[in-house]
């Protein structure tokens, strides 16, 4: 009998930090009556972002890109995993049962990419199929998924 992969289970995470959209805008100093208008229009209402704590003068200070890559994969690290936990837990499945990890990041290109950190960390088998998106949203992560399938017709 043929096996066919199918998604069990979903984990997500976010970092603690929430934010409305018009706290966003207060805290970078947008004035722009165009950029504004697109964030109090927007079906967003609140965003998770891991910003460094204000100035005294409430500004956010500037961040290089040195210390832009340290917090993307610590940040990155400690919710992803966090959320694979969750998953696995709501699965009731261990790290060496996934056969395919799909991690989709908007930021930070790391090498070793972070699935390769997750299955070090997480001690998920050495055969695992994986593939890193970095640079698109959440609804990207589907597009490869939906490729894959379709090359090994499973759709």
Known sequence: MQTYPRLITIGTQTPPQKYTQSEILALFDITDKKINK?????????????????NLDGSIPDESQAELLQKHQRVA??????????ALKKA????QDIDYISVVSTTGFLCPSL???YIKMLGMRQD???IDIVGMGFCQIFLPLT??????KYL
């Open 38 to 54: 697109i964030f109090s229009h927007s079906h967003i209402k609140s965003r998770h972002l891991c910003l460094p704590k204000p």
């Open 147 to 152: 490729f894959s399938m379709l090359q090994h």
């Open 128 to 130: 695992i199929q994986r």
């Open 92 to 95: 009731a499945l261990t790290p």
């Open 77 to 86: 690290l400690e919710i992803g995993q966090a959320a694979i936990k969750k």
């Open 115 to 117: 699935t390769a950190h």
